[in-house]
């Protein structure tokens, strides 16, 4: 099977909004804890840990936290990759408002109804 990948526009209403704009957050916060790790030379935390040692990331969904990790990993894996042809510089700290809001979720993660439409 293709990979495949699917954009949408929305136009959220302000409750999800608020929702959204949580899932941005927690998926920015948890980019920088892998980050601080990476820079202070520790073992990545699993997502497990850290939504154990921070309440507010047990209110977002599991999967997008994922992909932050999975992007995570990339990222590092590109850094270290030495036949690359342009090297890539360390991964950086994403701020609010500077850093586009996205998160990657797999389709089966989206309510669908009886006919596989979301």
């Not at 920088?32 to 977002?60: C, M, T, Y």
Request: glycine share 8%.
């Amino acid at each position: 099977m293709g990979n495949n990948s699917y954009k949408f526009r929305i136009y959220p209403t302000r409750t999800q909004q608020r929702k959204l704009g949580k899932v941005f957050g927690c998926a920015r916060f948890v980019w920088n804890q892998f980050v601080d790790g990476f820079n202070k030379h520790e073992k990545p935390l699993k997502i497990s840990e850290l939504r154990a040692k921070h309440e507010f990331l047990k209110d977002v969904s599991s999967c997008a936290m994922g992909e932050v990790r999975r992007n995570f990993r990339e990222t590092v894996n590109q850094f270290f990759n030495k036949k690359r042809k342009a090297q890539l510089g360390r991964p950086k700290f994403k701020k609010r408002g500077k850093s586009r809001g996205e998160v990657s979720q797999p389709i089966e993660a989206f309510n669908t109804n009886k006919e596989g439409r979301v």
